[in-house]
């Protein structure tokens, strides 16, 4: 009797874990990047532990099409029509992957898993991202001039006079950290990470000791934790005190931002910059969904009550901003380094920016609608975030219970984890020719409908609801609040001042990781001063 349940339950197991998902599952009809791959999860739980992920993946598509199997229950595709429209235009929630990304140990709107949830968090602070916003806003113009003219160019034309050689890498996340905390906090409870060089280094200290952990709590969460338990910490305890002590050092920050709203004078006209634009807009969107007095959020008995929901939330949009843009940075200045006949051009037409950005002129900077229309300061920029995406790696999701089809796929039963990588979509042949050369003149010179084109394959921010809620402010100043406008004022002052120079780029080659920078996290640059006309 005992031999005959014993060979019912190995063929129940044989059925479950082999027969049906290597032969009979939807799935099985999706080829496999690995012979295991159908019937184990552990090749591409080793590919991701051994940080190889990224390549192994892109190689896998190049050889076997929009769509792979990965691992019993996941697949990865790479095409936009049936593959980034239905995946992330459609709904499809987050998995436990993303549980990682929690601060203080709550949810924050990045982390956030359900679609309804995250949107309900994103209404209370989209506004402050927008483009129209982050243009009209006199308190963005005031962080821009006073990080541009008072700590940047300073800084940069003091190493220039010198003639001394400058590590770029730590420099831009301090570029980036100053901007973005700015624009969060106001100026005057910023992190100030230029001057502060040591402050800069200890926080980064902190930060970058937890990168080479996290693949345990985001891929074998329940197993980390059951370990732990008894006794046996896959995750250092280093890593726990560097998180408390980030997560301290942002609840300062609330702090002061919270006195700062006490403050009439922080909302002075003659004061713009003061201002905690993204922390007020939080406090005041949390203070009138509980229905309390104007000023108060929550009560003197629990005063922390609210005070952690907005520092886990700003706690990401720090860590997003300035690794993200600290990264873009440094590439796109390695870029420029190598091709100093760009570096003239792009000189040339920021020229015709007024009022300029040369040093000297502090008194103001030119509107962000000047800087968005330079059209060859947007080819380098979007060029360096193709050919060199701060977050290359796989972005998850799962498939909805309703049984669904992706990129010519069988209909696929909920619960699969599905993702697409920015670093095979940007190098798809077809619409990006070339693909591994850095062309800023490709986004100058196509038509509308190449261009157009490109943009749906365009994946540095992601795409759907849940796409980087700063990518505009990126895009302005390489670090200040809209990621387009941070990344080009940045741009457009350097380039206006300075020539750049490669010192040293051992260690240039992007790492291979959802968030990767150079593998030897450094880029040492001369810059030497021009002459203006």
Not at 246 to 253: D, G, K, M, P, S
Request: aromatic fraction near 10%; charged fraction near 20%.
């Amino acid at each position: 009797m005992l031999g005959l349940l014993g060979i019912l339950l190995l063929a129940v197991l044989l059925y479950k874990f082999l027969i049906y998902p290597s032969w009979l599952s939807p799935l099985s009809k999706i080829p496999a990047a690995h012979w295991t791959a159908s019937w184990s999860p552990l090749w591409i739980l080793w590919i991701r532990y051994t940080h190889v992920e990224v390549q192994t993946i892109h190689k896998a598509h190049l050889k076997l099409g929009p769509i792979v199997r990965l691992g019993p229950n996941e697949v990865s595709i790479n095409c936009v029509d049936g593959g980034l429209r239905t995946v992330y235009a459609g709904g499809f929630e987050k998995p436990f992957f993303y549980d990682q990304f929690q601060n203080y140990g709550i949810p924050n709107m990045f982390s956030t898993k359900e679609s309804k949830p995250h949107a309900a968090r994103k209404r209370l602070i989209s506004n402050v991202y927008s483009k129209s916003f982050i243009q009209s806003s006199k308190e963005a113009q005031e962080v821009t001039r006073v990080i541009i003219h008072e700590r940047l160019l300073p800084s940069l034309d003091a190493y220039a006079v010198k003639g001394s050689s400058l590590e770029v890498h730590e420099f831009n996340y301090g570029i980036t950290m100053d901007f973005v905390s700015s624009y969060l906090f106001g100026l005057s409870n910023d992190s100030n990470f230029i001057r502060d060089v040591e402050m800069r280094k200890t926080f980064l200290s902190w930060y970058f000791k937890r990168s080479d952990h996290y693949f345990w709590n985001q891929e074998i969460p329940r197993l980390t934790q059951w370990l732990q338990n008894i006794g046996i910490r896959l995750v250092p305890k280093w890593v726990d005190a560097a998180n408390e002590k980030i997560e301290a050092w942002v609840l300062r920050l609330c702090s002061v931002a919270q006195q700062s709203l006490k403050s009439a004078s922080e909302y002075s006209e003659n004061a713009p910059g003061t201002r905690p634009i993204v922390y007020g807009q939080l406090f005041e969107s949390l203070r009138r969904s509980s229905g309390k007095p104007e000023g108060q959020v929550g009560d003197n008995q629990n005063a922390n009550s609210d005070e952690i929901p907005i520092a886990s939330e700003l706690l990401d949009h720090l860590a997003a901003g300035m690794d993200t843009s600290g990264i873009t940075s440094t590439y796109l200045f390695w870029e420029m380094s190598r091709h100093p006949e760009l570096q003239a051009s792009l000189r040339r037409e920021l020229l015709t920016l007024s009022p300029t950005l040369a040093l000297g002129h502090k008194s103001e900077v030119p509107s962000a609608r000047s800087i968005d229309a330079l059209p060859l300061l947007h080819g380098v920029i979007m060029e360096t975030l193709r050919r060199h995406c701060a977050i290359p790696g796989s972005q998850p999701r799962q498939t909805p219970s309703t049984p669904t089809s992706i990129a010519g796929s069988p209909p696929l039963p909920g619960g699969v984890r599905v993702s697409a990588q920015a670093y095979s979509l940007h190098r798809n042949p077809k619409v990006f020719p070339d693909p591994e050369a850095w062309n800023p003149q490709r986004w100058l010179e196509a038509d509308q409908e190449k261009k157009d084109e490109m943009l749906r394959w365009f994946w540095a921010f992601g795409s759907g609801g849940r796409m980087c809620v700063g990518s505009n402010f990126a895009m302005q100043g390489l670090p200040l609040v809209n990621m387009f406008t941070e990344l080009k004022y940045v741009t457009a002052a350097i380039y206006t001042n300075f020539t750049s120079s490669i010192v040293d780029d051992t260690g240039i080659e992007q790492a291979d990781a959802y968030t990767a920078g150079p593998t030897g996290n450094q880029l040492t640059l001369k810059f030497a001063r021009v002459s203006q006309p």
